[in-house]
Antibody
C-alpha cells in the first residue's frame, strides 16, 4: 500500500526553528515528486512547493520561496519542510502529497501535521 | 503566475440535485486540471485528473469537463456524503495553484 506518514503536531514559539517530515512507503520514493500544501484553519489549500527526491530538484510557490525550505533524504524515503524562524502566521495544517510525475495531480496524501506558533 | 478562480464559493442544494462547480484559469492550461474533495476534518482526496478522468474508486456521479481555461465539476445526484469543500488545481507547471474552494451543503 502506498503511504505517506507525517510527523506529529508541533507547538512552537515565534522565532523558533522547525523541521517536519513526510516518509513514503510502498512505492519507489526517489522517482516521484513530493509536494507540500498549507491549510490555515478554516481556509483553503495553498500549494507551497515540490521536490524530486532523486536529484533534489525543487520548485517553490513565489508566496513561500525564501520563507521555507523543502528538502529530501532519499536514503530514508523522507521529505522535509523547514522553517528557520517561525511566525504566528505559520500556524496551519501542513500536508505532504505525492505526484506520479511532474505534470500530475496529488494522488496520495499524508495525514497532515498541525503546526501551532504561539507565544 | 496563472490564477485559478472557482465559482460559486458555496452552494446549498437538495438531495438528488445536479450540482455544478466551475473553475477558470487566467491562461490556458490545456487539460492539466484536477479536482479534489475535502470533507470536514479530513485529508483532501483526488476525484478527477486530466480535467475529466475519474480517479479509481470515485463514484460515477462525479464528472469533469473542459479544457483550456474553463472547467466544470458536476455531481449528478447529490448525496449526503458529498457534503465537502471542492478544490480545483492546475498542474501544467509550478506553481500548481489551487482554486479557493467551493463549499457544498445540503439544503
Amino acid at each position: 500500500e502506498v503511504q505517506l506518514v507525517q510527523s506529529g503536531a508541533e507547538v512552537k514559539k515565534p522565532g523558533e526553528s522547525l523541521k517536519i517530515s513526510c516518509q513514503g512507503s510502498g512505492y519507489n520514493f526517489v522517482s516521484h515528486w513530493i509536494g507540500w500544501v498549507r491549510q490555515v484553519p478554516g481556509k483553503g489549500l495553498e500549494w507551497m512547493g515540490i521536490i524530486f527526491p532523486a536529484d533534489s530538484d525543487t520548485r517553490y510557490s513565489p508566496s513561500f520561496e525564501g520563507q521555507v525550505t523543502i528538502s529530501a533524504d532519499k536514503s530514508i524515503n523522507t521529505a522535509y519542510l523547514e522553517w528557520s524562524s517561525l511566525k504566528a502566521s505559520d500556524t496551519a495544517m501542513y500536508f505532504c502529497a505525492k505526484l506520479e510525475r511532474y505534470q500530475d495531480a496529488f494522488d496520495v496524501w499524508g495525514q497532515g501535521s498541525l503546526v501551532t506558533v504561539s507565544s | 503566475d496563472i490564477q485559478m478562480t472557482q465559482s460559486p464559493s458555496s452552494l446549498s442544494a437538495s438531495l438528488g440535485d445536479r450540482v455544478s462547480i466551475t473553475c477558470r484559469a487566467s491562461e490556458t492550461i490545456s487539460d492539466y486540471l484536477a479536482w479534489y474533495q475535502q470533507k470536514p476534518g479530513q485529508v483532501p482526496k483526488l476525484l478527477i485528473f486530466a480535467a475529466s478522468t475519474l480517479q479509481s474508486g470515485v463514484p460515477s456521479r462525479f464528472s469533469g469537463s473542459g479544457s483550456g481555461t474553463d472547467f466544470t465539476l458536476t455531481i449528478s445526484g447529490l448525496q449526503p456524503e458529498d457534503v465537502a469543500t471542492y478544490y480545483c488545481q492546475k498542474y501544467d507547471s509550478a506553481p500548481q495553484t489551487f482554486g479557493q474552494g467551493t463549499k457544498v451543503e445540503i439544503k
